[in-house]
């Protein structure tokens, strides 16, 4: 699979999303000891577990139907 995340692509998509105060300290907060600005924070994170869950995904699609999990 493809690593997406990249601060570097180009933007043409607009996404938006309400976080709650407490999840917008914590966000910035960890952007800041990133050294990223909050709009690559949250992509590069949101991409990355993006990425897990479509490849545990596929995992799971490939297990025999046995297989106790």
Known sequence: MTTIVSSS???SARLGLRASREQEVVLRRAAKVAL???TDFILDSACLAAE???LDQRYLWFLPASTKL
Do not use: H
């Open 36 to 38: 990223k600005s909050l």
């Open 9 to 11: 692509n180009v933007r």
């Open 52 to 54: 897990q869950t479509l």
